[in-house]
């Protein structure tokens, strides 16, 4: 049940058609309110409307290509409320289906516990949202080939100002159960007046080799990881380079 690679071999589909493969999700939020003044017996109305949209399209029924305008997380549901006692901060899971979507593929090395890419670094700044302006990716599978390529730009919040984010990864698949990669991340802060070049500029490179069988000894497991990450050098006001 929870080892594919076991399964059996589904026979007799022919001609498979996905259609068009577009779709197409506009949204609109709207905000009244009313503030009543009583001791000058009047009243303040403000009203606020946003729009945006995902369009998604299947370039294949394995590889998709998505843009994303004005992006709202409004069904994205609400983290579990923890109690940190340790020094080391929380880290939740991420929530949103735009990054969750084929998120496997950008996973790095998973047996090892290292994490060059972590979506929630875009668009949420100590759990203050950030609005994302536009995002665009193109992510699947073509044969053996696992392939993600993400962009993103969030737009000015507060003090914070405006970020550019880009992954991309490429994982190649081999013998039955194993797998080797390469991870490519860019951060970049505009006009940052605290980070100075070339730490606002933050880059992340990494290779990672997953060899894994299912068959050692007859039916015992075997499983070798490695990896190397680098990144440009670390400013005293940033603890990561990474996204």
């Known amino acids: 049940m929870f080892r594919p690679q076991n399964a059996g071999v589904l026979t007799g589909l022919t001609d498979p058609s996905q259609g068009l493969g577009l779709e197409v999700i506009p949204f ?28 998604n399209y299947n370039i294949t029924s394995q590889l998709k290509a998505s843009f994303t305008y004005n992006t709202d997380f409004a069904q994205a549901e609400v983290d579990n409320r923890q109690i940190n006692l340790t020094r080391f901060p929380l880290r939740f899971p991420e929530q949103r289906d735009f990054f969750l979507e084929g998120s496997s593929i950008l996973q790095f090395a998973p047996s090892s516990g290292v994490d060059p890419y972590f979506s929630r670094r875009i668009g949420l700044v ?96 075997l499983q070798l990881s490695a990896f190397f990450v680098a990144h440009n050098p670390v400013s005293p006001f940033d603890n990561s380079t990474s996204i």
Do not use: C
């Not at 737009?155 to 190649?172: H, I, P, Q």
């Open 28 to 55: 609109a939020i709207t905000q009244f309110s009313k503030e009543y003044d009583m001791e000058n017996d009047d009243s303040m109305s403000t009203t606020s409307a946003d729009l945006g949209f995902d369009i």
């Open 126 to 221: 100590n759990g203050m949202r950030v609005p994302i302006k536009y995002g665009g990716r193109i992510i699947g599978n073509v044969g053996k080939n696992n392939i993600a390529l993400l962009h993103v730009r969030t737009g000015k919040e507060g003090d914070l100002n405006s970020e550019s984010f880009t992954v991309g990864r490429y994982r190649r698949n081999f013998w039955k159960e194993s797998s080797i990669g390469v991870l490519y991340t860019h951060r970049s802060t505009e006009d940052d007046m605290l980070l100075g070049n070339p730490v606002q500029d933050r880059k992340t490179w990494g290779a990672d080799l997953n060899l894994s069988t299912s068959e050692f000894l007859g039916n015992k497991r």
